[in-house]
Every structure is written in C-alpha cells, then in structure tokens.
C-alpha cells in the first residue's frame, strides 16, 4: 500500500514560497502523485500531478526526484487565501483496480499569515 | 455541469436513528466514492462503486453502514442505528476512468452531528 507521510501543518506569510514534501517510499512503477487542496467546508479539489521530473502549473510546481520515493509541492508567493490542507496521494490514475490505495489521511494544514 | 451534489448539507440527529445521506454523480462518470473525514483520522475511504457495482468495501467501520448505487446517478450511505462517533463530514467524489489525470472530483460534503 503506497501510503504517505507528509507534515501535518506548516505556517507561512504572506508573499513567501512555500514547500510541502511528501514521503511514498513503497510508490509503484505505474503510480503518479496528486495533489489536493481542501478549503473549509468544502471538499478537496485537484490542484497538480506528475510522474518524475517537474511539473508546473498556474497553481503550483510539482519537483519529483529521481527515485520518486518523495515529491515537493511549491506555493509560489503565497497569500491569506492559499490557507488550506493539502493532500499527497499516490495511485495509478487509470486503473481502478488500484483506486483502493488512494490514501488522503490528515494531509498538511497550511496556515498563511499577514 | 453542477458537479456532484450531495444531500443534505447539515444534519443533526439523535442516538439511534437513521440517517440517510445522499450523492448526485457528475453525469458519465463511472467510480463513485464516499469518504468520511474528521479529525483525528483526516479523510477516510468507505466504499466505493464502478459502473453502480460495490468494488471495495473494506473501510465502511461497522454493519450499522451500508451504501447502495441503485442505478448512475444516485447513491446513499446509510447509517442505521446512527451513534454520536459517526458525527463527521460525509463526502462523495467521483471520477472518469481513463479521462486525463483521473481526478476525483467531491462534492461540499453532507455534516453529520449525532446527539
């Protein structure tokens, strides 16, 4: 079970990079790691994905190391409004066979200061 | 599309009744989810559905949960009899197998307190 091991919370200002990194020593050949972020009283919404290397969208950088065993999101320049958990799952996005193994768990609360 | 919809948004009940809470999946998606979040175990996988078919129902804790998926567009997680530890935030997610990232995709979470 690819389970992962990430901070349970982390404080910030505003205007700074945050880095939030997540542990998957037992990550699978087929396996990608998503992101999530969870503001209250919703439920979580995707946010990034990848598979090794880099990825980069509007909302966040995803860097993966070689072995994949863990991965770091970055918040550039965060504001009051990026306050949320953020989730690490690992899982093989196109095979349900194996969406049992997504595993949200208590996830990094995240609090950015003025 | 409006998203999953889940029903109601709040609930408060006492010890020993039923209680029903129900999921609107996004149209053509094929896996339903229901998790149950609180915490001091975060968010919790219960069961989820492929095609309306229960696939994996090793997290739902007790007998007293059941979850049905009559047909593709309607789901409920029922708790009967309910107890004040079951008081937590009930979401149902969704996704398209094989479409892009394969994301789930929640709904705002139905808010159980039992008394």
């Known amino acids: 079970l690819a389970k992962t091991t990430q901070p349970i919370s982390m404080d910030s200002y505003e205007g700074q990079e945050v880095n939030i990194t997540c542990s998957h020593n037992?990550?699978?050949?087929?396996?990608?790691i998503t992101w999530y972020q969870q503001f209250p009283s919703q439920g979580p919404r995707f946010i990034i994905q990848?598979?090794?290397t880099k990825v980069t969208n509007e909302v966040a950088s995803l860097f993966i190391p070689a072995d994949r065993k863990s991965s770091t999101l970055s918040l550039p320049r965060v504001s009051l409004s990026d306050t949320a958990v953020y989730y690490c799952l690992v899982g093989d996005k196109g095979r349900g066979s194996t969406l049992g193994r997504l595993y949200f768990g208590r996830g990094t609360q995240l609090t950015v200061w003025p | 599309d409006a998203g999953v919809i889940q029903s109601p948004r709040h609930e408060v009940t006492e010890m020993g009744q039923e209680v029903t809470l129900r999921c609107k999946p996004i149209?053509?998606?094929?896996?339903l989810f229901w998790y149950r979040q609180t915490m001091m175990r975060g968010l919790e996988l219960l069961i989820y559905?492929?095609?309306?078919?229960?696939?994996?129902d090793s997290g739902m804790p007790e007998d007293r949960f059941s979850a049905k998926m009559p047909n593709a567009s309607f789901s409920t997680l029922k708790i009967q009899p309910s107890e004040p530890r079951d008081s937590a935030v009930y979401f149902c997610?969704?996704?398209?197998?094989?479409?892009?990232?394969?994301?789930?995709?929640f709904g705002e979470g139905s808010r159980l307190t039992v008394l």
């Open positions: 997610a969704t996704r398209l197998e094989g479409a892009g990232t394969g994301e789930l995709f």
């Open positions: 990848g598979y090794k």
């Open positions: 149209s053509g998606h094929d896996y």
């Open positions: 037992n990550i699978a050949t087929n396996d990608y």
């Open positions: 559905f492929n095609n309306n078919v229960p696939i994996d």
